[in-house]
Nanobody, 128 residues
Framework: QLQLVESGGGLVQPGGSLRLSCAGS????????VGWFRQAPGKEREGVAC????????SYADSVKSRFTISRDNAKRTVYLQMNSLKPEDTAVYYC?????????????????????RGQGTLVTVSS
């Protein structure tokens, strides 16, 4: 069974940091591009960042550029999202998804529901 499991969410104060992890099982994540998405209460899901299978190509949503960093460790079959300088508007459920087509994962596109493998999400709350 192809699975992605997110972890690392929680409550953090504004200005703080969190690192999310996305672990793959049941398939070889090395051959897949991976993206992070988020959905805030009452809002549509949006793309946050994506990384190619080799890690050589990255893309970010304008709202998180210079604050968030996506990376991957293929030996551990895990993709990370380092989130710094968090703001209350970053509060959302964060999802990771994987696809062999890097272009589908672009944060500027709305392709989440078409992606091959999708996780269940982890909640990030930014509040004082």
């Amino acid at each position: 069974q192809l699975q992605l499991v997110e972890s690392g969410g929680g409550l953090v104060q504004p200005g703080g940091s969190l690192r999310l992890s996305c672990a793959g099982s049941g398939f070889d994540l090395d051959y897949y591009a991976v993206g992070w998405f988020r959905q805030a209460p009452g809002k549509e899901r949006e793309g946050v960042a994506c990384i190619s299978a080799t890690g050589g190509s990255l893309s970010y949503a304008d709202s998180v550029k210079s604050r968030f960093t996506i990376s991957r460790d293929n030996a551990k079959r895990t993709v990370y999202l380092q989130m710094n300088s968090l703001k209350p508007e970053d509060t959302a459920v964060y999802y990771c998804a994987a696809d062999t087509d890097y272009g589908l994962l672009s944060p500027q596109k709305q392709n989440y529901k078409y992606l091959e493998v999708r996780g269940q999400g982890t909640l990030v709350t930014v509040s004082s």
